[in-house]
C-alpha cells in the first residue's frame, strides 16, 4: 500500500500515559483528544479498556466526543480484553480495535509461556474476533525486532488472513538500528502474503535514543504508519516524538520520497503545551521543535546570520509549528479584540472559552507585570480548560520567612461556601503553606513530587508550579501559575486535591454503571 501519505497514529493517551508522572484524569484526556483531532492526527489510540474502569471510560466517551480521527483502543490476544474493546469504541464515528502478542524468543518462553505454534493460533483468534466487530484491526507482533524474522512473515500472513489491515512492527524495547529497521521493514513488505493491501506501521521506544531515526528510517523502507505521541513521552525513555516526525518530513520531503502527513504543524506548538501543563512535565530547554531554546540564538555569529537571513541558521521557522514571538505585543491598554485575535494566533478559539474570564485574568497580570508574553496567555486559557469543581477555592495567603524565622503560612480557603484559616510553620515557606492547606482540608494525601518552572524569562515571569499527589491508590496532577512562586504552589496543591475529590466521585459514579 505503499503511497506517499504517512498516517500519523498518535498514542500519548495510551502508551504515553503508562510513564511515571504521566498518568491523567478523563476530563484532561478529552481536553487533548480534542487538541490531537485539531491537529488532524489520523489515529487515537484513547486508552487500553480492558486495563481499568477509568480507561473504559476514557475510550468510551473519547468515542463519543471526538469526531474526525480514528479512534482506537488496545486488546490482548484475550477474547475478554477484544470484547471489552469493542465495547467502549463502538459508539465512535470511526472506530479500530488494535490487538497484540509478543512474538520474540525470549517473550514467549518467559512471559507469555506459548510455543510458536500456540502465538499463531492466537493470532489468528483474536483478528478474527475483532475483524468480526469491525472493519479496521490493527495487529502488532510486540518485541518484532528482537524476533526471528522468519517467524515475523508466518504470525504477519496468519493477521492478513484473519483480517487485519494494518500490520505494526515495534521496536518494543529500543533495541534496533536505523539500517537494521528499514532492512527488516522491506524484507516484510516483500514476503508478507497479501502485503500490497495492508499498511506497515511502526512504534519505536527511545531507550538507545534512535526512535524517530528508526521510525524514518522505515518510511523510507515503505511503512506508512508511525505511532508517536506529542513531546515523545512514553514507557522508559520514551516514544518516537510525533512533532518530530512531522517536520522531519515535512523539512526534508524530497529525500523522503515526496512523504508527508496530515498534520497541521501550526498546532504542534500549542499541542505540546498542553500536554506539558496537565501532565506536569516541562519540555526539556534543547528538545527539537517545541524547546524553549529550539529557535534560540545567542552566539554573535549566529545572530548576525540571522540578521542577514534568517534561512542561514533556521532551516524552518517557529511559526511554521504554531510557535508565536515571544516580544512584548499585549499589555494593560490592550483591549478584548486584541487579546481575541492573539488566541486565535495561539490556537485558541475565543468562543469555546470564558473569554470573559480569560480577559479579566489578562487584565489583571497586565497590571502586575510590564510584559505580557504569548506563554503567559497560554497558561491563562489552558488553566481555564483543565479546571475542575472548586471544592477548595483559594481566597487569601501570607508567608513570613527568612534566615531569623521559622516560615510559616497562613492561609484562607473558601470550603463549601465557608472561609476557613489556618497559620502553620514549615521547614521552608512552601512547606508551611502545604501543612496549612492540610490541616483545612484534612487531607492524607502524599506529596510525591513538586515542580517549578518559569512560565517566561525575566525578573517578573510567572512561576508555574505542579504537584504530584497519591491518596486513595489515586495519582494526580495540580497545576498552578502565577508571579507569586508561593501562591502558585498553594494553587497547584489546592487544584491537586480538588482533582482528588472530583476523580473519587467519578469513581462512584463509574461503579454504579457498573464499569
Known sequence: MPDNRV???????????????????LEEKVVLARQLAKMGVDVIEAGFPIASPGDFEAVRTISEEIKGPIICGLARTADT?????????????????????????????????????????????AVRRAHSYCEDVEFSAEDATRSDWEYLVKVY????????????????????TPAEYAEL????????????????????HDDLGLSVANSLAAIRAGARQVECTVNGIGERAGNTAMEEVVMALRTRGEFFGGCDTGINAKEIY??????????????PPNKAIVGDNAFAHEAGIHQHGMLSNRLTYEIMTPESVGRGSTELVLGKHSGRHALAERLRTLGFDPEKVDFDEVFRRFKDLADAKKTVYNEDIEALVTDQLLRVVEYYKLENLSVTTGTFVTPTATVELAVDGESLKQAAMGDGPVDAVFKAIKT??????RLLRYQVNAITSGMDAQGEVAVTLEADGMRVIGQGADLDILV????????????????????????????
Request: charged letters at 25%; one cysteine or more; proline letters at 2%.
Open 270 to 283: 500549542h499541542s505540546s503545551r498542553l500536554l506539558s501543563q496537565v501532565i506536569g512535565i516541562n519540555v
Open 488 to 515: 502558585a504552589s498553594a494553587k497547584a496543591y489546592v487544584h491537586a486535591l480538588n482533582k482528588l475529590i472530583q476523580r473519587r466521585q467519578a469513581g462512584d459514579r463509574a461503579a454504579l454503571r457498573g464499569v
Open 185 to 204: 521493514i522491506r524484507f516484510l513488505v516483500e514476503k508478507v502474503e497479501g502485503s500490497e493491501k495492508v499498511r506497515f506501521a511502526v512504534h519505536c
Open 7 to 25: 498516517l500519523i497514529f498518535d498514542t500519548t493517551l495510551r502508551d504515553g500515559e503508562q510513564a511515571p508522572g504521566c498518568s491523567m484524569n
Open 157 to 176: 500472513n496468519a493477521a492478513v488472513k484473519a483480517g487485519a489491515s494494518t500490520l505494526n512492527v515495534p521496536d518494543t524495547v529500543g533495541y534496533t
Open 440 to 445: 483545612i482540608t484534612d487531607t492524607q494525601a
Open 81 to 125: 480484553d477484544i470484547d471489552r474493546a469493542w465495547e467502549a469504541l463502538q459508539v465512535a464515528e470511526r472506530a479500530r480495535i488494535h490487538t497484540f502478542i509478543a512474538t520474540s524468543e525470549i517473550h514467549m518462553r518467559d512471559k507469555l509461556k506459548m510455543g510458536p505454534d500456540r502465538v499463531l493460533e492466537e493470532v489468528d483468534r
